[in-house]
């Protein structure tokens, strides 16, 4: 069973920090490009960050740039999501996906394998 699963979402305050982590089972997450999204209520899905295979890492846009960082652990097969300097705006359900053919930043309709979501809230 192909399955991607995130974990370490919660409640914090703003200038706080959180690690997201994005685990898979029944393949082998580190031979992939692995993206994080975001989707806040009433919003579009949004690109954060993306790790490539050979751990390259890659901005979607400048908003979280100097905050965010993504890294991985292979031997764990899990890809994670640090988060610092939280500001209310980055408030939303966290995503990880993957695809065999994605190449960071890549779309969203690129990735085959998304999980089910973590929720960040971020509170002023």
Sequence with gaps: QVQLVESGGGLVQAGGSL???CAASGFTLGSYAVGWFRQAPGKERE???CISSSGLSTYYGD???GRFTISRDNAKNTVFLQM???KPDDTGVYYCATGRRVTCPGIGS???YWGQGTQVTVSS
Excluded: A, D, E, T
């Design 19 to 21: 690690r997201l982590s």
């Design 47 to 49: 690109g954060v960050l």
């Design 63 to 65: 908003s979280v740039k």
């Design 84 to 86: 610092s300097s939280l």
């Design 110 to 112: 690129g990735y085959s």
